[in-house]
């Protein structure tokens, strides 16, 4: 099984940038779906972003994140740019099955740890 870490979270102004790793051990992940999802207090998780044979993105942050993988490093990155206080959230990584197309949170079947992102205003 994969284990996952993230990290580069922190505290930022509105209006900045941050740079999130999700570095996997165990296994390569080269070959899995990587996604990035968020939870605010008091609200659900949502999906950010993913990478696969295709990458895909949610409304809310489209033009501003940008997800990448470095298969060599086994690491995938979340660029995040012109962060607003709504960006406020952990933030999670996870694998799923390798698609095309955008897959189900449920089909998320390992997770990490989470790492805080906070954006003042």
């Known amino acids: 099984q994969v284990q996952l870490v993230e990290s580069g979270g922190g505290l930022v102004q509105a209006g900045g940038s941050l740079r999130l790793s999700c570095a996997a051990s165990?296994?390569?992940?080269?070959?899995?779906?990587v996604g990035w999802f968020r939870q605010a207090p008091g609200k659900e998780r949502e999906f950010v972003a993913s990478?696969?044979?295709?990458?895909d993105y949610a409304d809310s942050v489209k033009g501003r994140f940008i997800i990448s993988r470095d298969n060599v490093g086994n690491t995938v990155y979340l660029q995040m740019n012109s962060l607003k206080s709504e960006d406020t959230a952990v933030y999670y990584c996870a694998t799923g099955r390798p698609s095309w197309r955008k897959i189900p949170p449920l089909e998320y079947d390992n997770w990490g740890q989470g790492t805080q992102v906070t954006v003042s205003s």
């Open positions: 990478t696969s044979y295709s990458t």
């Open positions: 165990g296994r390569t992940f080269s070959t899995y779906t």
